[in-house]
């Protein structure tokens, strides 16, 4: 693979007079467009260029990426304007990231690379053993993405590497969508994963995103201790998330439900890996129909757990997520037997946890049950919070004693 090194000339953008270059100073990574001087020469820079910001006194800031035509114009690479972007550099990255993995996790299966919070804005590598799946969703590393590569192999050591071009940040930054092997070959049957105990089988090419949601990972650990002996439901499951833990955790028997047919056989598979196809249902539909359904049918579960997509993507979809939140959580407290347990989960970053537990404690009013919050929880580890950016702390879990 090649190296792709940086210009030894850089170019510079500036930021306008009174805008928050303190922000940038301490730590924050993003300037948005309305924060720049965009001139001419600006604006006609290739998306993903390598630049030296500046402040409106011409006084350095660091090196950024610039994405004329993106809101985010600029993400913060490196705070030394000598740096260069090149293998290396994202070496040193990759290894920072991976010491704190490997001292966390007995098994390489997690988040290696969680975005602006590891270093690397917009790119996000999970890790299968020997194979790992990048998202490169910024213009930046899509435009260095074999050095990027290259680092990573060099590292970790692992023999094959998928793109995944899919997803909403990529067509943002004005990014194709063409996903394919950047190393090694693609994986032939679904990666069992172990988790808490559980086995899930991540499907890395035709799966949602990169094939498993290693975040909620402290969560399902969270459910699956009050699952000895219960009846749960799984709703919004994808490969069995919180049922399979449930199982591994005791459970008398779970019900996954989800819309996707391919995702609860992945789930079914799970389950039979792990010996426990016997206490093991999946229920294909439309998770609003099929709570409704199992109302209408009188049943009930010892512990119920929701964990739907991002209702509230962006801030203009902030009131209608946060309906949907409710309307979930109405749905829900129903089927909770009597002192059973509730959980309700979003990964929406637009939609902070205050105003998440409030559409949370409406809707299970609204059933007319009464609650207690027990446990709050968030993402694991292996997804680093950037305390200067909220965003990166988008995942949300609350456990309700009904």
């Known amino acids: 693979m090649t190296d792709t090194a940086q210009p030894t000339s850089l170019p510079t953008v500036r930021m306008k007079p009174k805008s928050n270059a303190r922000a940038i100073r301490h730590g924050f990574p993003w300037v948005y467009d309305n924060e720049m001087v965009t001139d001419r020469r600006t604006k006609s820079l290739t998306p993903g260029t390598v630049a030296v910001l500046q402040d409106e006194n011409r006084a350095d800031l660091g090196l950024v990426a610039v994405t004329p035509g993106s809101r985010i114009m600029c993400r913060m690479l490196d705070r030394d304007v000598t740096a260069q972007i090149d293998q290396a550099w994202f070496a040193a990255r990759i290894e920072k990231a991976l010491q704190m993995r490997a001292r966390l996790y007995d098994a390489p299966?997690?988040?290696?690379?969680?975005?602006?919070?590891?270093?690397?804005?917009?790119?996000?590598?999970?890790?299968?053993?020997?194979?790992?799946?990048?998202?490169?969703?910024?213009?930046?590393?899509?435009?260095?993405?074999?050095?990027?590569?290259?680092?990573?192999?060099?590292?970790?050591?692992?023999?094959?590497?998928?793109?995944?071009?899919?997803?909403?940040?990529?067509?943002?930054?004005?990014?194709?969508?063409?996903?394919g092997i950047a190393a090694g070959a693609l994986p032939d049957a679904?990666?069992?994963?172990?988790?808490?105990?559980?086995?899930?089988?991540?499907?890395?090419?035709?799966?949602?995103?990169?094939?498993?949601?290693?975040?909620?990972?402290?969560?399902?650990?969270?459910?699956?201790?009050?699952?000895?002996?219960?009846?749960?439901?799984?709703?919004?499951?994808?490969?069995?998330?919180?049922?399979?833990?449930?199982?591994?955790?005791?459970?008398?028997?779970?019900?996954?439900?989800?819309?996707?047919?391919?995702?609860?056989?992945?789930?079914?598979?799970?389950?039979?890996?792990?010996?426990?196809?016997d206490r093991f249902e999946t229920r294909k539909g439309d998770a609003f129909d099929v709570l409704t359904k199992l109302a209408e049918e009188g049943a009930q579960f010892d512990v119920v757990i929701c964990d739907p997509p991002a209702f509230a993507p962006s801030k203009k979809a902030l009131e209608a997520g946060l309906r949907a939140y409710e309307r979930v959580a109405r749905l829900a407290a129903p089927l909770v037997a009597p002192g059973g347990y509730l959980g309700l989960c979003s990964c929406s970053h637009a939609a902070d946890l205050t105003k998440f537990r409030g559409a949370c404690v409406r809707g299970i009013g609204r059933a007319g049950r009464a609650a207690q919050l027990i446990h709050t929880g968030y993402a694991g580890p292996d997804h680093p919070l950037m305390p200067q950016l909220a965003e990166s702390g988008y995942l949300k879990a609350l456990f309700f004693r009904l």
């Not at 290696?112 to 890790?127: F, S």
């Not at 020997?130 to 998202?135: I, K, L, M, P, R």
């Not at 991540?202 to 990169?210: C, F, N, S, W, Y």
């Not at 955790?249 to 196809?277: C, I, K, N, P, Y």
């Open 109 to 179: 299966f997690y988040r290696l690379i969680h975005a602006e919070a590891d270093g690397l804005p917009g790119v996000v590598i999970d890790r299968f053993a020997d194979t790992a799946v990048v998202q490169p969703n910024a213009a930046w590393a899509d435009a260095r993405f074999d050095a990027l590569v290259a680092a990573l192999i060099q590292v970790t050591g692992v023999k094959h590497v998928l793109k995944n071009a899919s997803g909403r940040a990529r067509a943002l930054e004005g990014l194709d969508e063409d996903s």
């Open 190 to 277: 679904p990666i069992p994963v172990p988790m808490n105990g559980a086995v899930y089988m991540a499907d890395l090419v035709a799966g949602q995103k990169t094939g498993l949601f290693f975040d909620q990972r402290p969560n399902h650990a969270f459910a699956a201790r009050l699952s000895n002996g219960a009846r749960v439901l799984d709703v919004f499951s994808h490969v069995g998330g919180f049922s399979l833990a449930a199982l591994a955790g005791g459970a008398r028997s779970a019900l996954a439900v989800d819309g996707s047919q391919a995702a609860l056989d992945l789930a079914a598979q799970g389950a039979e890996a792990m010996g426990a196809a």
